[in-house]
């Protein structure tokens, strides 16, 4: 075959079991990819070359052998450099962890690899999964693989941008406030975050503990179900992973949308991009053809959600971080009069500026006598926000909105004004702080040269991630993934 | 509102962070406008409306307990690996306790 780098898993595997191919010549096609393309991409922070050859060769083993195919079998994936990968360095794109080496497996990770998956490397992302663009990154910024002059979007952006320039078939990306589901609009393919607690987060570095997820990027929706099928499930390890019994995704692959009720609010389709407006209004024009009953709904507190997630999450990080004082690992000052001293001038030259500007913020939103003004205020807010979709899905079965209001911008462009930044993630914090699932699909492009991808966004009930895969899947069959 | 440099100064030590004079100029724009910002969540009214902290699922009682029983865990040296400073099967930190 002569081009082993842009294939689904479906195509992975027929060629494994056709004899086609060998998973270490799937394995080698990639590396080399990795090696002429990334250069100008910058997707990855590290690969573990070794590795992925000696899990292929595991893998050619096992076919050798007349094994059954496993669901990844053979499947080249990245991994967002915040998820643990026992033996690999993982550093969070941070210079408080650059020397990391983790001593466990995310149970993400764990679940890849025996489901047969082989792992190319750890990708890029905004600072601890801080960030809308990848350019808080404490090494480099990746660039969005459509335009190397803008950005892949973030925090996952890496893990984006090595999926769409086919430098891994799958990947794994974290979501907190739309870390998956941005850069998969910003680099024109699939991302996906379930119901909160669907996936384990054993071995995710934390950010923002009641909002983060794992979640997987594709180029199709079902390369994602077969993903997501692979890592959801109740952990014991994690006491908020749900004890819920995990659909076989791919079974609801059906493409019969016929009947199922869309509800599109006007709140997710005022002050945006003109030209991304036009595109998902055509997606679900297309939706309305397939037989979708479009459904105009209100999500009333959708303008409050920027507000009260940057309080909840920067709170959330504040806590978190402190975790960082160069004891027990990670980077340590070099000069320091006692231990405090050692703690301050640790945290000062060991994290960037984002990562420090949250830090402060959430610091100062718990601090004695704005407790209750900032954090609690914030807390009774997403209360409001997650009834707002419960309500929304009394009449609905799936939501659909664009993912980002903005188009990919140039790097650079907005590193200097961190609000300007926040408010980007107006279309996917939401989800987030409701709590249930959605996922970023291809929508055409904009009108110019380059071509810049659009994402439409569909938000589903909790635990109903088999409808919105279904609807996802049902768009991707029907050409939406290129509607114009 | 707008956040003096005191102010900057003392959420840094709440937060262990030894900010030098350029960050502390910087962040303090950048903080005010995003305070500025999330004030408008002060515009709706929450009476009677309870906090959400986590989103949660219906589940059996307990059901997030295991077992209480012992399992292999990292060994003393898998713990320390990454430690900046250890020693003696420890980690290594400043004196803490001044001697008179």
């Given at each position: 075959?002569?081009?082993?780098?842009?294939?689904?898993?479906?195509?992975?595997?027929?060629?494994?079991?056709?004899?086609?191919?060998?998973?270490?010549?799937?394995?080698?096609?990639?590396?080399?990819?990795?090696?002429?393309?990334?250069?100008?991409?910058?997707?990855?922070?590290?690969?573990?070359?070794?590795?992925?050859?000696?899990?292929?060769?595991?893998?050619?083993?096992?076919?050798?052998?007349?094994?059954?195919?496993?669901?990844?079998?053979?499947?080249?994936?990245?991994?967002?450099?915040?998820?643990?990968?026992?033996?690999?360095?993982?550093?969070?794109?941070?210079?408080?962890?650059?020397?990391?080496?983790?001593?466990?497996?995310?149970?993400?990770?764990?679940?890849?690899?025996?489901?047969?998956?082989?792992?190319?490397?750890?990708?890029?992302?905004?600072?601890?999964?801080?960030?809308?663009?990848?350019?808080?990154?404490?090494?480099?910024?990746?660039?969005?693989?459509?335009?190397?002059?803008?950005?892949?979007?973030?925090?996952?952006?890496?893990?984006?941008?090595?999926?769409?320039?086919?430098?891994?078939?799958?990947?794994?990306?974290?979501?907190?406030?739309?870390?998956?589901?941005?850069?998969?609009?910003?680099?024109?393919?699939?991302?996906?975050?379930?119901?909160?607690?669907?996936?384990?987060?054993?071995?995710?570095?934390?950010?923002?503990?009641?909002?983060?997820?794992?979640?997987?990027?594709?180029?199709?929706?079902?390369?994602?179900?077969?993903?997501?099928?692979?890592?959801?499930?109740?952990?014991?390890?994690?006491?908020?992973?749900?004890?819920?019994?995990?659909?076989?995704?791919?079974?609801?692959?059906?493409?019969?949308?016929?009947?199922?009720?869309?509800?599109?609010?006007?709140?997710?389709?005022?002050?945006?991009?003109?030209?991304?407006?036009?595109?998902?209004?055509?997606?679900?024009?297309?939706?309305?053809?397939?037989?979708?009953?479009?459904?105009?709904?209100?999500?009333?507190?959708?303008?409050?959600?920027?507000?009260?997630?940057?309080?909840?999450?920067?709170?959330?990080?504040?806590?978190?971080?402190?975790?960082?004082?160069?004891?027990?690992?990670?980077?340590?000052?070099?000069?320091?009069?006692?231990?405090?001293?050692?703690?301050?001038?640790?945290?000062?030259?060991?994290?960037?500026?984002?990562?420090?500007?949250?830090?402060?913020?959430?610091?100062?939103?718990?601090?004695?006598?704005?407790?209750?003004?900032?954090?609690?205020?914030?807390?009774?807010?997403?209360?409001?926000?997650?009834?707002?979709?419960?309500?929304?899905?009394?009449?609905?079965?799936?939501?659909?909105?664009?993912?980002?209001?903005?188009?990919?911008?140039?790097?650079?462009?907005?590193?200097?004004?961190?609000?300007?930044?926040?408010?980007?993630?107006?279309?996917?914090?939401?989800?987030?702080?409701?709590?249930?699932?959605?996922?970023?699909?291809?929508?055409?492009?904009?009108?110019?040269?380059?071509?810049?991808?659009?994402?439409?966004?569909?938000?589903?009930?909790?635990?109903?991630?088999?409808?919105?895969?279904?609807?996802?899947?049902?768009?991707?069959?029907?050409?939406?993934?290129?509607?114009? | 509102?707008?956040?003096?440099?005191?102010?900057?100064?003392?959420?840094?030590?709440?937060?262990?962070?030894?900010?030098?004079?350029?960050?502390?100029?910087?962040?303090?724009?950048?903080?005010?406008?995003?305070?500025?910002?999330?004030q408008k969540l002060s515009q709706l009214d929450t009476t009677g409306v309870e906090p959400m902290a986590q989103v949660t699922h219906a589940a059996?009682?307990?059901?997030?307990?295991?077992?209480?029983?012992?399992?292999?865990?990292?060994?003393?040296?898998?713990?320390?690996?990454?430690?900046?400073?250890?020693?003696?099967?420890?980690?290594?930190?400043?004196?803490?306790?001044?001697?008179?």
């Open positions: 075959m002569d081009n082993l780098t842009n294939l689904t898993i479906e195509e992975i595997h027929g060629a494994l079991a056709k004899r086609e191919a060998s998973a270490e010549e799937i394995a080698r096609a990639h590396i080399d990819r990795i090696r002429t393309d990334d250069p100008r991409v910058r997707s990855y922070l590290s690969t573990c070359e070794e590795k992925a050859l000696e899990q292929a060769r595991a893998v050619d083993r096992q076919i050798a052998a007349g094994e059954p195919l496993r669901p990844l079998s053979g499947v080249p994936v990245a991994v967002k450099d915040v998820i643990l990968t026992r033996g690999l360095r993982t550093t969070c794109a941070s210079k408080i962890l650059e020397n990391y080496m983790a001593p466990y497996d995310a149970t993400a990770v764990q679940r890849l690899e025996s489901a047969g998956a082989v792992i190319l490397g750890k990708t890029n992302c905004d600072e601890f999964a801080m960030g809308s663009s990848t350019e808080n990154s404490g090494f480099y910024p990746t660039h969005n693989p459509h335009d190397l002059t803008r950005v892949p979007g973030g925090s996952s952006g890496g893990s984006a941008a090595a999926v769409a320039a086919n430098l891994a078939t799958v990947s794994l990306g974290s979501d907190t406030g739309g870390s998956i589901r941005q850069p998969a609009a910003f680099c024109g393919v699939v991302g996906m975050m379930g119901t909160y607690g669907r996936v384990s987060r054993y071995g995710l570095v934390a950010f923002a503990s009641s909002l983060d997820h794992i979640g997987p990027f594709g180029r199709s929706v079902r390369d994602v179900a077969r993903t997501m099928k692979v890592i959801a499930g109740r952990d014991a390890l994690d006491s908020t992973s749900a004890d819920i019994s995990v659909d076989d995704y791919e079974k609801s692959l059906d493409g019969n949308v016929r009947g199922v009720k869309v509800g599109v609010p006007n709140e997710y389709f005022e002050g945006l991009n003109p030209d991304i407006r036009a595109n998902v209004e055509k997606g679900i024009k297309l939706l309305e053809k397939l037989g979708c009953k479009i459904v105009p709904i209100r999500l009333p507190h959708t303008e409050y959600a920027i507000g009260c997630y940057y309080i909840i999450c920067t709170a959330e990080a504040s806590s978190n971080l402190a975790r960082y004082d160069g004891v027990r690992y990670g980077f340590r000052a070099a000069e320091f009069s006692g231990l405090r001293d050692m703690y301050r001038k640790t945290r000062d030259q060991g994290f960037g500026p984002e990562v420090k500007r949250r830090i402060m913020l959430g610091t100062y939103v718990l601090s004695s006598g704005y407790y209750d003004a900032y954090y609690l205020k914030a807390q009774k807010v997403r209360t409001l926000i997650a009834r707002d979709f419960v309500e929304a899905f009394d009449d609905v079965d799936v939501i659909v909105t664009p993912t980002s209001p903005i188009p990919p911008f140039k790097l650079n462009e907005k590193l200097d004004d961190p609000l300007q930044m926040y408010l980007a993630d107006i279309y996917t914090v939401t989800a987030s702080l409701a709590g249930i699932p959605g996922i970023s699909v291809p929508c055409g492009k904009l009108p110019g040269e380059p071509p810049l991808p659009v994402g439409m966004q569909i938000f589903a009930r909790y635990f109903d991630e088999s409808r919105l895969l279904q609807v996802a899947d049902a768009f991707e069959k029907a050409g939406g993934f290129s509607v114009s | 509102m707008a956040l003096s440099e005191k102010e900057v100064f003392y959420v840094a030590d709440l937060a262990h962070l030894d900010l030098t004079e350029e960050e502390v100029k910087m962040f303090g724009p950048q903080l005010d406008a995003v305070l500025e910002y999330v059996a009682e307990n059901s997030s307990l295991r077992d209480d029983v012992s399992k292999p865990t990292f060994t003393q040296e898998e713990a320390l690996q990454n430690a900046p400073e250890a020693g003696s099967g420890s980690f290594k930190v400043p004196q803490v306790i001044d001697r008179e």
